[in-house]
């Protein structure tokens, strides 16, 4: 679970978040500081030295008496300048450019991490929140490397160029000048921690309001249904009042700092003109370099004192960047393993496919949630588990397909301890129905393929055919080629369910798990997916149930009854109504309460 960081960014933690922002340059190192370097240059030739120079020789020209001499001379002054600005362009064009391929690297980045990330760590967090970070905050953490470190360069160059060049003219000038500007830095400096105070919590602020648009996207139904438009209204309106009240609390601390600077800045002008005619009134310097010197005054002090803004700049991208590592710091979970290279491999053939021995699990090792399970499933078997909810047969199957680790006990899969496997090895043994399917927008054919994404049509039928699909598909106008929508909501319950049965099957995968696949359908819904769960256990498939519905798993070949974490009892269908205990307990409800589940 992600939890906010509320602590002060150190000076320790900005380097680091600093070299993991600027790592991401590294595919186009050469390109990106050759060209920022050309750009700094540019800048400070033109900006710094060649346009006063060249207004400062004007201005001592105008008295020439070759006045076609001096129109000839300013028009190639002119010529050179504006090469100068077209090349200027074309190289911040250019460094745009890389830019733009380090956000996109950045972005991928972020993203093949997060894909990656253990299931309880998506169990745990807001989709809103992945959206922000995927979108907001890299893009507030792009400053750090498009526009934060230019600018640091160019001050640190532009002030030691200007500097040299300003003490070889006048070194008088220069301390007033530094002078100056450390005072404006100051000033600047004071209100840079405030900047990042409400720049974190503007962040934080924006994605908390994506969590709730993706809540009132996604429950738009219920919204209508109960007719909450007004109070989810009012929501948006609270959490946009108060991301505006923030943003207007630094905005009034940016103007009292520009009121500031502004004044500053009027002062340093006014100082040094002053300083400047008195040296030039008595000759100790010509008009041209009081020109020069003055536009590298101004300079050494607008660089000293904008210091301080290229400081709250990089807080402002550090707030962005701080919620972008914060996922990157977070461990993957681990597709390989060290056993992997020792060429283990399953015998499918193994006469038991799984076996639970003494397994122990909970939550954040504080509530149990299994107890010393103990089974076995024979290869071609079935395995039925129920129980009321929350007794830890969900968690079951969690725990086979690697997404948790036992605190105790084994699990073994085709003789094979299950941790011996690399995750993806792991995975391939295993097909999964989950009770809330996931189909994505796109074609029934393209979600079926998910599970083997070079299957022939051919394969996709006969999956379909074996999932009692087929017959709704090929009803359909376009068939396997209609598009089912977000989420598949273009399609029923049932007929979601049974496409995603389809998408199991054509895995082909030794297990199936099959979690609650007839939950929350009708009869006729249920039917038809029941006929092709009893086709598969006449295929001597090895699947794991686990259901509410006892009517779907009489068939099994055997059923386990799962109470708080614990195996109350395990037979046949038959064999646990004879005891006449909990299973029998729960089915003689189902005959009382017409499509009866466990509560």
Partial sequence: MIHENKSKLDLKKQLRLFKIMMSFTKDWRADYYITMLILIVIEMFLFMIWMPATIGQIIDKLSSSDIRQFYIWILIRLASVSIGMLFLIKMRTRNRNINEKINCKVKQTLFAHMINLPIYFYEDTHTGDFLSRLTVDVKTASNVYSRSFNNLCYFVLGLITASIYLIIISYHVFLLAVGLGVITLIVQTLYAKYILKYSREIQQSIGIATRLFTDIVTGIKVIRMFLLQKYTDGQVLRQYAEIRDIELQRVKKDMVRNFIMTIMNALTIGATLIFLIIYTGRGEMSLVNMIIASSLSMEITSLIGNF??????????????????????????????????????????????????????????????????????????????????????????????????????????????????????LRRLISYVPQENYLFNGTIKENIQFSKTNATDE??????????????????????????????????GGQRQRVAIARA?????????????????DSEAEREVQLAIDRLMQDRSTIIIIAHRLATIENADKIIVLEDGNIQEAGSHNDLLIQNNRYAYYYNIQFKIPNGEIE
């Fill in 459 to 492: 394969e996709v039928k006969k999956a379909a055919i074996a999932a009692n699909a087929h017959d709704f598909i090929v009803e359909l106008e376009d068939g396997y080629d209609t598009i089912v929508g977000e989420r598949g909501n273009m399609l029923s």
């Fill in 308 to 425: 301080g803004d290229q400081f709250v700049e990089y807080q402002r991208a550090f707030a962005g960047a701080e919620r972008v590592v914060e996922i990157l710091d977070m461990q993957e979970e681990k597709i390989d393993n060290e056993s992997e290279k020792k060429d283990i491999k399953h015998d499918i053939d193994n006469k038991v496919a799984i076996s639970f021995s003494n397994l122990q699990f909970s939550y954040n090792r504080t509530n149990t949630v299994l107890n010393d399970f103990t089974a076995e499933l024979e290869k071609g078997t079935s395995l039925a588990i129920v129980g009321k909810s929350g007794g830890g047969k969900s968690t079951l199957i969690k725990l086979l397909m690697g997404f948790y680790q036992p605190d105790a006990g084994e699990i073994l899969i085709f003789g094979k301890n299950y941790k011996d496997y690399s995750m993806e090895e």
């Fill in 505 to 521: 099957l054509l895995k082909n995968a030794p297990i199936l798990l099959l979690d609650e696949a007839t939950a929350s359908l």
